[in-house]
């Protein structure tokens, strides 16, 4: 079992829809949990972080994360082309150790 | 602006000839790591620091060294580089708090190719 899963895709989803993307990993100490996005040959650039059950909502994006289930969620409210991008999931290992998802290819479709 | 600077952000050499990527950031930031980045893998750690003269390995250090004697500026060597070292590099830094993890933002990257 890796230590952070996504599913890699592509997930397409129309202009305007709700995007779900999801992510679990296996280390029940974690405690802190990232969404990055990655546009093709670009760095990562972060959109959301969370450290607590429960949802965290910036603008379009909530993030929802699920100790118990060991399961992180974001979802981005009123797609854009603009959103179509690879994102990466990201979860520490001890302190200080970032363990990445192999990311999800999401496509906006107008 | 705040922001981490990698250089060079291109580079094709030959296996065994040393090479030094540079990392430097100007927002006072404790923590650097670097990645590199491959199809199917995705991002990997290579090392990380702590702070000044405070350097760990990270999933797969084989091949590379660093060094942190600034707090600002964070080198990865390769020594004696190999064909499988062909990937994109990523330097990141944070702030340091405590258990959790700041979030890091990363540098444009540095696509190296070894033949």
């Known amino acids: 079992q890796k230590e952070v899963e996504q599913n890699s895709g592509p997930l397409s989803v129309p202009e305007g829809a709700i995007a779900s993307l999801n992510c679990t990993y296996s280390?029940?100490?974690?405690?802190?949990f990232f969404w990055y996005r990655q546009y093709s040959g670009k760095s990562p650039e972060l959109i959301m972080f969370?450290?607590?059950?429960g949802d965290k909502e910036d603008g379009r994006f909530t993030a929802q994360l699920n100790k118990a289930s060991q399961y992180v969620s974001l979802l981005i409210r009123d797609s854009q082309p603009s959103d179509s991008a690879t994102y990466l999931c990201?979860?520490?290992?001890?302190?200080?150790?970032?363990?990445f998802g192999q990311g999800t290819r999401l496509t906006i479709n107008p | 602006e705040a922001q981490v600077t990698q250089n060079p952000r291109y580079l094709i050499t030959v296996t065994g000839k040393k090479l030094t990527v540079t990392c430097s950031q100007n927002m006072n930031h404790e923590y650097m790591s670097w990645y590199r980045q491959d199809p199917g893998l995705g991002l990997r750690q290579i090392y990380y620091s702590m702070n000044v003269e405070v350097t760990d390995k990270g999933d797969v250090p084989e091949g590379y060294k660093v060094s942190r004697k600034e707090k600002r500026n964070f080198p990865l060597i390769l020594e004696s580089p190999s064909p499988n070292q062909t990937s994109l590099y990523f330097c990141a830094s944070s702030f340091s708090r405590g258990y959790s993890n700041q979030p890091q933002h990363f540098g444009d990257g540095t696509r190296l190719s070894i033949l």
């Open positions: 969370i450290y607590s059950n």
């Open positions: 990201a979860v520490n290992r001890g302190a200080q150790k970032l363990v």
């Open positions: 280390d029940r100490g974690s405690q802190s």
